[in-house]
């Protein structure tokens, strides 16, 4: 049935109608562009599509990281060891690779490597699941010795809420106000 439409419709002779002016053809040429760009799906689609994948793409990562925070702070308690990589005991990078490699996301081995992984971004900008980078115990040296992960950040006060591996009671949670941190925060990084 399909090859006897096809053969009726090569049997059909060929228009025989010309068009000899420029205009015309001009006309023809318009038309057909204008109804290719009213129709192209790449001008209007992306648009209004990219927003709600933005969107999309947005919800799932704040869900995932409320995750990772709710994993990490299963691990409250667990000891300081030092180049410990869990899930017994753990020091700070040890724990922030740990935590980020149950989720999918591979760090480096030292707060130092950290410390140069994803995009760096300011007090302000920090949100949960972001890296915090602090000064060792020598809180003039200026160089990263310590890491944690931001669990809030409140916008009145700046105070940044984070979990981390201390020598002194291993993981818990601290903020950026408490003088001994205050005086040794570095500065942040986005690795989601």
Wanted: hydrophobic share 35%; proline share 4%.
């Amino acid at each position: 049935m399909i090859v006897a439409a096809l053969s009726a419709v090569a049997s059909k002779p060929a228009s025989t109608t010309k068009k000899n002016s420029s205009a015309s053809i001009a006309s023809t040429e318009e038309m057909h562009l204008a109804s290719i760009s009213k129709t192209n799906p790449f001008e209007i689609v992306p648009a209004a599509g990219m927003e709600l994948m933005e969107e999309l793409d947005e919800a799932e990562n704040q869900r995932m990281v409320a995750d990772m925070i709710s994993f990490a702070k299963k691990h409250i308690g667990t000891r300081y060891v030092r180049g410990g990589k869990g899930p017994k005991g753990f020091d700070c990078s040890g724990f922030t690779s740990y935590i980020f490699n149950q989720f999918g996301y591979s760090l480096k081995p030292s707060s130092t490597g950290q410390y140069t992984q994803g995009d760096k971004i300011s007090r302000e900008e920090v949100q949960p699941g972001d890296l915090l980078f602090f000064t060792g115990r020598s809180a003039s040296s200026g160089r990263v010795g310590h890491v944690a992960m931001a669990i809030s950040n409140d916008p009145e006060t700046g105070v940044i809420t984070f979990i981390h591996a201390a020598i002194s009671g291993g993981i818990r949670i601290d903020r950026t106000s408490a003088p001994y941190y205050a005086s040794r925060y570095i500065g942040a990084r986005r690795v989601l």
